[in-house]
T-cell receptor, first 112, second 111 residues
Framework: GENVEQHPSTLSVQEGDSAVIKCTYS??????FPWYKQELGKRPQLIID?????GEKKDQRIAVTLNKTAKHFSLHITETQPEDSAVYFC???????????FGGGTRVLVKP | NAGVTQTPKFRVLKTGQSMTLLCAQD?????MYWYRQDPGMGLRLIHY???????AKGEVPDGYNVSRLKKQNFLLGLESAAPSQTSVYFC??????????FGSGTRLTVV
């Protein structure tokens, strides 16, 4: 089955700097890659996703890139703000798959 | 449109007691899931369903049972609660090929 590894497990950045989280996946048939943000005590919420027919997608200060050949994808957060502090999860699945496979999560702390 | 609703939000059980967690979605999603999340940990899949009347085991199914008698509802049962089942439980639903919508979670403590 699919295996998703996520790095780093913790990330501390200064407000205004950029943050990058990387994930690798094992199933070459995976073609859907969402990212979730989970604030303390809250539910995970979808913040951005990308499909394998696209190499990059942006939404304001966040962007995701995908390298199908290397089987890795990354989340980029620019101009970080304290409200970006949260745990971020990457995930992967096939289009016809039954479920998402999640990475282990990255705890991001933005220091003012 | 409420999305995914979980009840109850909090519960304290004594060891050996049973309970049922209810998940309801109003988005007509075919797929539904139950996850547990322990403090500082990731999401672990307990059971899931790909349609009304179907269920399947995830990675940590022991000690739990599920039922999906109606498309909009997915029930998670604990027959004999153990302290190791103290956790936050999240329900989620999705259309095939899209991301999950999560419920707000149930915080369960077993003493």
């Amino acid at each position: 089955g699919e295996n998703v590894e996520q790095h780093p497990s913790t990330l501390s950045v200064q407000e205004g700097d950029s943050a990058v989280i990387k994930c690798t996946y094992s199933d070459s048939a995976s073609n859907y890659f969402p990212w979730y943000k989970q604030e303390l005590g809250k539910r995970p919420q979808l913040i951005i996703d990308i499909r394998s027919n696209v190499g990059e997608k942006k939404d304001q200060r966040i962007a995701v890139t995908l390298n199908k050949t290397a089987k890795h994808f990354s989340l980029h957060i620019t101009e970080t703000q304290p409200e970006d502090s949260a745990v971020y999860f990457c995930a992967a699945s096939r289009a016809a798959g039954n479920k998402l496979t999640f990475g282990g999560g990255t705890r991001v702390l933005v220091k003012p | 449109n409420a999305g995914v609703t979980q009840t109850p939000k909090f519960r304290v059980l004594k060891t050996g007691q049973s309970m049922t967690l209810l998940c309801a979605q109003d988005m007509n999603h075919e797929y539904m899931y139950w996850y547990r999340q322990d403090p500082g940990m990731g999401l672990r899949l307990i059971h899931y369903s790909v349609g009304e009347g179907t269920t399947a085991k995830g990675e940590v199914p022991d000690g739990y049972n599920v039922s999906r008698l109606k498309k909009q509802n997915f029930l998670l049962g604990l027959e004999s609660a153990a302290p190791s089942q103290t956790s936050v439980y999240f329900c989620a639903s999705r259309y095939q090929g899209y991301g999950y919508t999560f419920g707000s979670g149930t915080r369960l403590t077993v003493v």
